[in-house]
């Protein structure tokens, strides 16, 4: 079976760094793109990276891009999202999908609580 698992999350002061990982198992993990999608509290999914099969082409939300790297590590069929700078507008429970213009499958997330 498909399984994607986040973590990394937790709480943050503002400022401060993270990095989120997803670890996948049940597919070669080499043969899709992967994406990072979040939710902050009261509000619908917004995706915020998605990187290519081989890590060579990443794509951010323009909003986003200077504070959010995509990166995935194929020996180890996982993807990382680190996130610099936060602020408590980061705070969200992001998730890792397979795929980025079609997302099949979705991990069941973590919380990354900014607070100071």
């Known amino acids: 079976d498909v399984e994607l698992v986040e973590s990394g999350g937790g709480l943050v002061q503002p400022g401060g760094s993270l990095r989120l990982a997803c670890t996948t198992s049940g597919f070669i993990f080499g043969h899709y793109a992967m994406s990072w999608v979040r939710q902050a509290p009261g509000n619908g999914l917004e995706w915020v990276s998605g990187?290519?099969?081989?890590?060579?082409?990443?794509i951010s939300t323009h909003t986003l891009k200077d504070h959010f790297t995509i990166s995935r590590d194929n020996a180890k069929n996982t993807t990382y999202l680190r996130i610099d700078n936060v602020s408590v507008e980061n705070t969200a429970v992001y998730y890792c999908?397979?795929?980025?213009?079609?997302?099949?499958?979705w991990g069941t997330g973590t919380l990354v609580t900014v607070t100071s």
């Open positions: 990187i290519d099969e081989t890590g060579t082409i990443t």
């Open positions: 999908g397979r795929g980025v213009y079609s997302i099949e499958h």
